[in-house]
């Protein structure tokens, strides 16, 4: 049977877009004027840089949404052209988040790939996806599976939500991309120190949560190689992620600071190489 290997740039968009959600924590309790946040990443996989990404974040009362825009360029983008724009909204509730529609685009090799998640107020998710399960050689998750869920944006910060309750990162958090339904298990490993580096505008004590990934249903039929394994391994088995939360400065809000796990082309580093942020006059964050 011929192995497929996975697009190197697949693993570490996502990881981003868990990741730069996690600067929502430490803007609660919300503010009446709208907050926006634009936060800039760069990953280096194997020591080499391969994707920039940007992140806007707006919140105001109940009321959330997460932007994310990524692209791969050098060495990587000339053999593998992606690039992805996902944006997250919903509302926000002392019982945690509320998704109310999630989306994503992006450019696959030249094939364009969507997803659309509409949320009802019973639990049930709305699903619009392009290329369908079918041509991707997978199962659509059953609807059974994908009720109660959150997109990958809203469940991270669902788990930081709970955090700011005393949680921490201890938490499990049911998730449903739209083609593939899994757990993400938090783990909160203490505070840590991060050193200075050219790479990133922070360095200093951050909280590390570890992040795994528990693979439950819509994944290939075809055993493959995927970008994030080193040997062989099947349903897309994931080694854990790192994130590191801290201030960038003074009493400002915990971002995501620094972001490492590892791969079949050696390990992957996001690193924050900015952090801006401006205050918004709208009452709410615009729906898509």
Same mark, same amino acid.
Request: charged letters at 20%; aromatic letters at 6%; one cysteine or more.
């Given at each position: 049977?011929?192995?497929?290997?996975?697009?190197?740039?697949?693993?570490?968009?996502?990881?981003?877009?868990?990741?730069?959600?996690?600067?929502?924590?430490?803007?609660?309790?919300?503010?009446?004027?709208?907050?926006?946040?634009?936060?800039?990443?760069?990953?280096?996989?194997?020591?080499?840089?391969?994707?920039? #990404?940007?992140?806007?974040?707006?919140?105001?009362?109940?009321?959330?949404?997460?932007?994310?825009?990524?692209?791969?360029?050098?060495?990587?983008?000339?053999?593998?052209?992606?690039?992805?724009?996902?944006?997250?909204? %919903?509302?926000?509730?002392?019982?945690?988040?509320?998704?109310?529609?999630?989306?994503?685009?992006?450019?696959?090799?030249?094939?364009?790939?969507?997803?659309?998640?509409?949320?009802?107020?019973?639990?049930?998710?709305?699903?619009?996806?392009?290329?369908?399960?079918?041509?991707?050689?997978?199962?659509?998750?059953?609807?059974?599976?994908?009720?109660?869920?959150?997109?990958?944006?809203?469940?991270?910060?669902?788990?930081?939500?709970?955090?700011?309750?005393? %949680?921490?990162?201890?938490?499990?958090?049911?998730?449903?991309?739209?083609?593939?339904?899994? +757990?993400?298990?938090?783990?909160?490993? %203490?505070?840590?120190?991060?050193? #200075?580096?050219?790479?990133?505008?922070?360095?200093?004590?951050?909280?590390?949560?570890?992040?795994?990934?528990?693979?439950?249903?819509?994944?290939?039929?075809?055993?493959?190689?995927?970008?994030?394994?080193?040997?062989?391994? %099947?349903?897309?088995?994931?080694?854990?992620?790192?994130?590191?939360?801290?201030?960038?400065?003074?009493?400002?809000?915990?971002?995501?600071?620094?972001?490492?796990?590892?791969?079949?082309?050696?390990?992957?580093?996001?690193?924050?190489?900015?952090?801006?942020?401006? +205050?918004?006059?709208?009452?709410?964050?615009?729906?898509?």
């Amino acid at each position: 049977m011929t192995r497929r290997t996975a697009p190197p740039a697949r693993f570490p968009s996502a990881a981003i877009a868990a990741g730069l959600c996690a600067a929502l924590a430490g803007l609660f309790p919300l503010p009446a004027q709208a907050q926006r946040w634009q936060l800039d990443y760069r990953v280096h996989v194997g020591g080499v840089a391969v994707l920039d #990404a940007r992140a806007e974040l707006t919140l105001t009362e109940g009321r959330y949404s997460v932007q994310v825009n990524a692209a791969t360029d050098g060495f990587l983008g000339r053999l593998f052209p992606w690039e992805t724009q996902s944006l997250s909204v %919903g509302t926000v509730t002392p019982d945690g988040v509320a998704p109310i529609r999630h989306t994503q685009s992006g450019v696959l090799r030249g094939s364009p790939r969507t997803v659309t998640l509409d949320y009802a107020p019973d639990g049930s998710v709305r699903t619009q996806v392009s290329p369908p399960p079918e041509e991707e050689d997978r199962d659509p998750v059953p609807d059974t599976l994908s009720r109660e869920t959150r997109d990958p944006l809203s469940g991270v910060l669902d788990m930081l939500m709970a955090g700011l309750h005393g %949680g921490g990162c201890q938490r499990t958090v049911p998730i449903y991309d739209g083609r593939r339904r899994y +757990d993400m298990i938090f783990t909160d490993r %203490g505070m840590t120190m991060i050193g #200075a580096s050219r790479h990133s505008v922070f360095a200093g004590a951050a909280r590390q949560c570890r992040v795994s990934h528990k693979p439950i249903a819509g994944y290939e039929r075809t055993p493959r190689q995927a970008f994030w394994q080193r040997g062989g391994g %099947g349903r897309e088995e994931r080694p854990p992620v790192d994130l590191w939360i801290a201030p960038v400065e003074g009493s400002g809000p915990p971002l995501p600071v620094r972001l490492e796990t590892d791969s079949g082309f050696g390990g992957v580093v996001i690193h924050l190489t900015a952090a801006r942020k401006t +205050d918004q006059t709208a009452e709410r964050p615009a729906p898509p």
